[in-house]
């Protein structure tokens, strides 16, 4: 099925992401729009060797549309989500606002592509801290049932986007000049230090962004027995999401069983061989769609405990990409039937 989509969010630096997917995917649409802010209307941007117009984000923008990937803040998402809706398009939102809504499946297509059926227009993608974690539980999930996770995450300056990546290279460069620089997007100096703050304060001593890592896990993998402490910390790396992972499971599960099960799983790949000093860095994961996993070794506190590390691009899989993967089942016509039920 030949769908007509737009892309919400086309000049951010997710939104490019996307298209650049869209375009190597090669996948079957006959209308492309492209909409952005007022600021970004006019520009003209290139796709498969087009030139195409960024259009105004308003409402009758969506006319004729029949599925978008919105890659907007939540408050913009908020706005543009109901007007895309009500005019009968299917919206792949990746901002945060639409996440733990009881009626919008959360949706990683290698974990629970079967949510994407239950939609009522809108189909959210998770936060990138979020997705890369629940691709390596999900394969010790159904092997052994997850009872507890403990991750300490490494998030990179672009998870906080594109002036948050820039002042991590000025920031750098002025430390490095013995200059002053003072913070605009971080509370904090970022060069040279790592901020144990991303999010809002909220329960319990906790943050938005770990809040979201325990209520997102435990909707996409569909156990809300799962428990989660998670510490989120932003750090001096221009891209790639980092984290530490500790998991508790009902049975134990060997280090040979577990390099197996994540090995066989789709989007993961495995890097572990310490005498080798080979694993997963960000500069090696830069630009690529798959989750990787290194250092897989038995938890010592615990003997149903298994520790490993996690790498992936938070702008790809962690977002663009996972919202792509979306947005191509049902441009496949494996969940056609979803595109008219809003």
Same mark, same amino acid.
Request: charged letters at 25%.
């Given at each position: 099925m030949s769908l007509r989509l737009a892309v919400a969010g086309a000049t951010g630096i997710v939104g490019t992401i996307v298209l650049e997917q869209l375009a190597a995917r090669q996948l079957d649409f006959s209308t492309l729009k492209?909409?952005?802010?007022?600021?970004?209307?006019?520009?003209?941007?290139? *796709?498969?060797?087009?030139?195409?117009?960024?259009?105004?984000?308003?409402?009758?923008?969506?006319?004729?549309?029949?599925?978008?990937?919105?890659?907007?803040?939540?408050?913009?998402?908020?706005?543009?989500v109901p007007w895309a809706v009500e005019r009968g398009a299917v919206v792949v939102d990746e901002s945060g606002y639409h996440r733990m809504r009881d009626d919008v499946p959360l949706v990683v297509p290698e974990i629970n592509p079967h949510a994407i059926a239950r939609h009522r227009g809108v189909i959210a993608s998770p936060n990138c801290s979020t997705t890369q974690l629940v691709m390596a539980l999900k394969p010790l999930h159904d092997a052994a049932r997850v009872k507890r996770v403990v991750v300490s995450t490494y998030q990179a300056t672009s998870g906080a986007g594109?002036?948050?990546?820039?002042?991590?290279?000025?920031?750098?460069?002025?430390?490095?000049?013995?200059?002053?620089?003072?913070?605009?997007?971080?509370?904090?100096?970022?060069? *040279?230090?790592?901020?144990?703050?991303?999010?809002?304060?909220?329960?319990?001593?906790?943050?938005?962004?770990?809040?979201?890592?325990?209520?997102?896990?435990?909707?996409?993998?569909?156990?809300?027995?799962?428990?989660?402490?998670?510490?989120?910390?932003?750090?001096?790396?221009?891209n790639c999401h980092s984290e530490s992972v500790v998991v508790e499971t009902e049975r134990p599960l060997s280090v040979a069983e577990a390099h197996e099960l994540f090995g066989s799983f789709p989007g993961l790949v495995v890097v572990d061989d310490l005498p080798g000093r080979r694993y997963p860095m960000p500069l090696d994961c830069h630009g690529r769609d798959e989750v990787f996993i290194g250092r897989i070794r038995k938890d010592l506190s615990h003997p149903h405990g298994l520790a490993f590390w996690c790498v992936s691009d938070n702008l790809r899989k962690g977002a663009a990409t996972n919202a792509v993967q979306i947005a191509e089942l049902i441009m496949a016509g494996q969940y056609a039937s979803c595109a008219t039920s809003s």
């Open positions: 492209l909409l952005a802010s007022a600021k970004s209307a006019g520009k003209k941007l290139q *796709f498969r060797g087009e030139e195409l117009t960024v259009e105004p984000l308003i409402p009758e923008a969506f006319d004729g549309i029949d599925l978008v990937i919105g890659s907007t803040p939540d408050d913009v998402a908020a706005e543009f594109l002036h948050a990546q820039s002042e991590l290279f000025s920031a750098t460069q002025a430390a490095l000049a013995g200059e002053s620089a003072p913070p605009q997007q971080f509370q904090h100096p970022i060069a *040279f230090n790592l901020i144990p703050q991303i999010g809002s304060p909220k329960y319990e001593g906790y943050t938005s962004e770990e809040m979201k890592m325990v209520r997102e896990t435990r909707k996409i993998l569909e156990d809300d027995s799962i428990e989660v402490c998670p510490t989120c910390v932003r750090v001096p790396v221009a």
